[in-house]
Structure formats: structure tokens, C-alpha cells
């Protein structure tokens, strides 16, 4: 009785947490659709629009969209989008507390894989 407890316990802790990951991934997803897709598409062959496509971001250095014409000068030390760069970039930009970076970053993480 007690192992039986014990395992229906796992598995209801193990089902919690596919439920929070499902429910951080739809918040994400939300949070880019709401602000940032009308400017960015997450691949490379979808119609352009105002912003650069982010395919392949994480790890992709500044500003390296073939043919888009960027009108900030990217001058980094690391020219490279990592999770905390992009946590700055929308930081810097006044874009949400920091548990929605994290959430729309986690989204991006998974979305922008080419
Ligand atoms: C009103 C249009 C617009 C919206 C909305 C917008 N962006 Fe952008 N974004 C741009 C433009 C334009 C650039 C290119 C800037 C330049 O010219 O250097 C850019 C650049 C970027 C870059 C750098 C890409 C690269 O190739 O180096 C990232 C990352 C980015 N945006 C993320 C986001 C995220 C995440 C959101 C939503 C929270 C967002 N943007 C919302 C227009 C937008």
C-alpha cells in the first residue's frame, strides 16, 4: 500500500511537471505571437517582414541575417546571441519582468531551432 502511495505520488509529481512545461511553452508562445511576431518570423524562408527572421538565433552572431538591412551597429565583445544577451536585449528594451524573459526565451530556445 505504501509503494503503491509512493508511486502514485511520482506519478502525479511527474504528470505536474509535464503540465507546467506545457504551460510555460503556450506563455511563450502567447508572449511572442503578442509582440513580436508581426516583426519576426522564426524561419528563414517565411515571408520577410520589419525585423530580421530569428531561425537559428541562439548562437547565430548580431546582425547576421543575409541581405536585412540592420541600422544598429552591433559592437560586442562576444557578437553572439546567447540566453543572457537576449535577456538583456529585451531588458534593455523595457520588455517584461524577468520571469516572462525567462518563459519567452525557453519558447524561442525550442522555436527557433532551424
Ligand atoms: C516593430 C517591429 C519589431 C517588434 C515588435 C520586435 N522586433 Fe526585434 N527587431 C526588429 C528590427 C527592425 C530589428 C533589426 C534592428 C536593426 O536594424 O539593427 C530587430 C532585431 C531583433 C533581434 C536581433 C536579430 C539579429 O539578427 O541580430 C532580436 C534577437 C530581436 N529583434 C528579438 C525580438 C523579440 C524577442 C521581440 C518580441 C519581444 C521583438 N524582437 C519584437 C523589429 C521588431
Partial sequence: MIVFGLRATISILTLLTVIGSANAEI???ALFE???AACHTLKADAPAKRGPHL???F???YGAVEGFPYRMVWKK???VWTDKEIDN???VH???EAPDRATLIEYLKKATRP
Fill in 89 to 91: 536585449y529585451l531588458f
Fill in 77 to 79: 565583445a562576444d557578437p
Fill in 55 to 57: 531561425e537559428g538565433l
Fill in 94 to 96: 523595457g520588455r517584461y
Fill in 34 to 36: 503578442n509582440d513580436c
Fill in 59 to 61: 548562437d547565430r552572431r
Fill in 27 to 29: 506563455a511563450g508562445r
